[in-house]
C-alpha cells in the first residue's frame, strides 16, 4: 500500500474556497466539492479573517533545528551541551527514585505482615 501524498494548495486557491464561503455558500458543500475537509476551511476562514492572504502563507510543521558548526561556539558551546547532560542525568535519577520508590512498596504489600505472618485472615468460622 502506498503513502498517501500531501497535498499542497496555493493562497489563491484558499482565497476562493474562503469567498465562496464568504458569499453564503455552504461550508460542507464547498468542502465536498473540493475534496478536502471542513477543518481546513475553518482554518482558512480564520486565517482569511485574520490576516487577509497574508495568513495562508505559514509554513506547517515543525522548524529545522540549526545544525552546530564545527569548531564553532568554544566555551559557550561546551557549557551549554555540559549544562544538558547534566539535566538529563537529573531526569533520569529522578526517574530511577520514583521507580525504586514504587517497587519498594510493592515489595512491602507483597511481602505481608512484618511479624512474618500473611496479611489475608481467614473467613472460616471457629465454631464447629
Same mark, same amino acid.
Given at each position: 500500500?502506498?503513502?498517501? #501524498?500531501?497535498r499542497?494548495? #496555493?493562497?489563491?486557491? &484558499?482565497? =476562493?474556497?474562503?469567498k465562496r464561503?464568504?458569499a453564503? @455558500?455552504?461550508?460542507?458543500a464547498?468542502? @465536498?466539492? %473540493?475534496?478536502?475537509?471542513? &477543518?481546513?476551511?475553518?482554518?482558512?476562514?480564520?486565517?482569511?479573517?485574520a +490576516? !487577509?492572504?497574508g495568513?495562508?502563507n505559514?509554513?506547517? !510543521?515543525?522548524? =529545522?533545528?540549526?545544525k552546530?558548526?564545527d569548531?564553532? !561556539?568554544?566555551?559557550?558551546?561546551e557549557?551549554?551541551? =555540559?549544562? $544538558?547532560?547534566?539535566?538529563? %542525568? @537529573?531526569r533520569?535519577?529522578? +526517574?530511577?527514585?520514583?521507580?525504586?520508590d514504587?517497587? $519498594?512498596?510493592?515489595? +512491602?504489600?507483597?511481602? !505481608?505482615? &512484618?511479624?512474618? #505472618?500473611?496479611?489475608? #485472615?481467614?473467613t472460616?468460622?471457629?465454631?464447629?
Amino acid at each position: 500500500m502506498s503513502k498517501p #501524498t500531501v497535498r499542497v494548495f #496555493t493562497p489563491e486557491f &484558499k482565497q =476562493a474556497a474562503v469567498k465562496r464561503i464568504e458569499a453564503g @455558500e455552504r461550508l460542507r458543500a464547498v468542502a @465536498e466539492d %473540493l475534496g478536502i475537509r471542513r &477543518k481546513l476551511l475553518y482554518d482558512w476562514r480564520a486565517a482569511w479573517r485574520a +490576516q !487577509g492572504i497574508g495568513g495562508f502563507n505559514k509554513k506547517r !510543521g515543525r522548524r =529545522a533545528k540549526p545544525k552546530p558548526q564545527d569548531g564553532a !561556539g568554544g566555551p559557550d558551546a561546551e557549557l551549554a551541551a =555540559a549544562r $544538558r547532560r547534566i539535566a538529563e %542525568l @537529573e531526569r533520569k535519577i529522578g +526517574q530511577q527514585a520514583v521507580e525504586l520508590d514504587f517497587f $519498594r512498596h510493592a515489595l +512491602q504489600f507483597g511481602s !505481608g505482615r &512484618k511479624d512474618g #505472618t500473611s496479611a489475608r #485472615t481467614s473467613t472460616a468460622s471457629s465454631k464447629r
